[in-house]
């Protein structure tokens, strides 16, 4: 008797800990010490928001998007894990060297980070709308690195919450640049910040069909972000800056049995790109604009969502309160059918 309950107690201890240990293996294809840490900084960003149209937007131009520091609480109270923000620098950095940022634009961006950190968020902080450097990659270049390198030599002493995104969406003359320039931006950061994680995706505005022409070097606190806004027809209907094919379209329904089945096959080969690649993946972005029909961009949502979850990634939703917003500034009130659709447990 005591023979066999040892037997059984055996075999039972072996397929628990084979049943627990599995998800990490899914999570961290690597299996190394030195890749987990940045694993687990990835699971931390786990599900976030885009504070869009804002501090992105052209220094003369206003999206009337009047977001407040006080909405980071409402985020934080939702459930949410995180927030992306997406900031125009270039529009406020010297054009000469040594390109210095202005300091009350650095004030400005202070002010976020505190309070995202009172609130226990954490935060992706990128260069976003840098039109210089996608449309002419060799003059701008030198600029790009010297931007980041003010900003991580500020943000040096800020807690893990802190996380760093070199480029949005690299397009135009930057695809065939962008495999050594972000290797300039990295070193920058890397001078001042050698472990915080760095977030860096691929050409052609992140699309996961251009994952393996990501040249990365060999940097164990790198996490690779795609963006998501497949079928363009949808998910895009209606925007003013779409296409004319595009802007034109209205009532345009998501769901059908073919069309899931394509999502899944993107995320498919995200999932791949990363296990192979021992690498953790960050939807950056994803949203349907505010002209979709509700119900299918609920729907469509709901769906992203469950595929970036099944393959570990951590997320952003495009975007908090503009026209593809999960929040209605007029009313100041969730638009509750989306928000459930992003977090479906809450």
Same mark, same amino acid.
């Given at each position: ?18 049943? #627990? ?14 890749? %987990? #840490? ?10 976030? #928001? ?28 939702? =459930?949410?894990?995180? !927030? ?16 210095? !940022? ?36 060799? %003059? ?5 690195? /010297? ?22 969406? @690299? ?15 990295? /070193? ?13 995706? @691929? ?27 497949? @079928? ?15 802007? %034109?379209?209205? =009532? ?27 690498? *953790? ?11 979709? *029909?509700? $119900? ?12 970036? $979850?099944?393959?570990? &990634?951590?997320?952003?939703?495009? $975007? ?22 992003? &977090?479906? %447990?809450?």
């Amino acid at each position: 008797m005591k023979i066999t309950t040892l037997c059984t107690w055996i075999r039972f201890t072996v397929l628990f800990a084979t049943f #627990v240990g599995a998800p990490l293996a899914a999570a961290d294809p690597g299996g190394s010490t030195e890749r %987990s #840490v940045v694993f687990d900084a990835n699971r931390r960003l786990g599900r976030g #928001v885009n504070l869009g149209n804002f501090l992105e937007v052209p220094r003369d131009q206003n999206w009337g998007v009047d977001i407040a520091e006080s909405h980071l609480k409402l985020i934080r109270q939702a =459930g949410f894990d995180s !927030i992306r923000m997406p900031v125009k620098w270039s529009d406020y950095a010297a054009t000469e060297a040594p390109y210095t !940022i202005e300091p009350a634009f650095f004030a400005r961006i202070d002010r976020w980070l505190d309070r995202a950190e009172q609130e226990k968020l954490n935060v992706v902080l990128n260069i976003h709308h840098y039109d210089g450097l996608d449309d002419d990659p060799e %003059s701008h270049a030198e600029r790009f690195a /010297a931007i980041w390198k003010q900003i991580a030599e500020r943000y040096r002493s800020r807690g893990d919450w802190l996380y760093f995104e070199l480029h949005n969406e @690299p397009h135009d003359q930057l695809n065939d640049h962008w495999n050594a320039i972000l290797r300039e931006g990295l /070193a920058a950061v890397r001078q001042s910040n050698p472990t915080r994680p760095v977030i860096v995706g @691929p050409i052609r505005w992140n699309r996961i069909a251009e994952l393996p022409q990501l040249d990365l070097p060999d940097d164990p606190n790198l996490i690779v972000t795609v963006h998501m806004y497949n @079928p363009h027809e949808f998910t895009h209907q209606g925007a003013s800056w779409a296409g004319p094919e595009v802007r %034109s379209i209205r =009532g345009r329904m998501w769901g059908s049995d073919q069309e899931r089945a394509a999502l899944e096959e993107e995320f498919q080969k995200a999932g791949e790109w990363g296990k192979s690649n021992s690498r *953790p993946l960050f939807l950056g972005e994803f949203g349907a604009y505010g002209a979709a *029909p509700q $119900e299918s961009r609920v729907r469509w949502t709901r769906a992203v969502v469950e595929q970036a $979850e099944k393959h570990q &990634m951590s997320w952003a939703y495009w $975007e908090f309160a503009a026209g593809f917003g999960v929040y209605d500034l007029d009313k100041m009130q969730w638009r509750e059918d989306l928000l459930g659709a992003l &977090m479906p %447990s809450q």
